[in-house]
């Protein structure tokens, strides 16, 4: 399972950059590459929790809300750039993070605390 959340949130992140570049076009900037960046904390924070769960139950709990985050995440840039173009569709990078990381971070929590009382 972690394997499957690990290879789709790598295509995610992927995506994420090639459709940002994309959407660049002819204005393309580094500042522009470090928003991608930012967009990307939220898969790359999931992704270093997963690897330190190790009970099932929360493997499988961080790898399925790792997986939606992530097809949330490129559906919602692909939507706002190539089928509802529109000016204010920048804005998807800005709000990506906001609501990713949050969520991954209550979820992360919620794992930690399944995790250990697994142990004890």
């Known amino acids: 399972m972690k394997q499957a959340?690990?290879?789709i949130t790598v295509l995610a992140i992927g995506a994420t950059f090639w459709f940002g570049i994309e959407a660049m076009g002819d204005k393309f900037s580094l500042s522009?590459?470090?928003?991608l960046l930012l967009v990307s904390i939220p898969y790359l924070f999931?992704?270093?929790v997963l690897s330190r769960m190790k009970?099932?139950?929360t493997t499988i709990m961080l790898s399925v809300v790792l997986v939606l985050l992530s097809l949330?995440?490129?559906?919602?840039?692909?939507?706002?750039?190539?089928?509802h173009p529109d000016p204010q569709s920048g804005l998807v990078f800005f709000t990506?993070?906001?609501y990713g990381l949050p969520m991954i971070m209550i979820v992360s929590?919620?794992?930690?605390v399944?995790?250990?009382n697994a142990k004890s």
């Open 109 to 112: 929590a919620i794992a930690f």
């Open 72 to 83: 949330v995440g490129v559906y919602l840039i692909y939507d706002a750039f190539f089928l």
């Open 55 to 57: 009970e099932r139950r």
């Open 32 to 35: 522009g590459l470090l928003i």
């Open 5 to 7: 959340a690990y290879i």
């Open 46 to 48: 999931g992704m270093g």
């Open 114 to 116: 399944m995790e250990r």
């Open 96 to 98: 990506l993070p906001v």
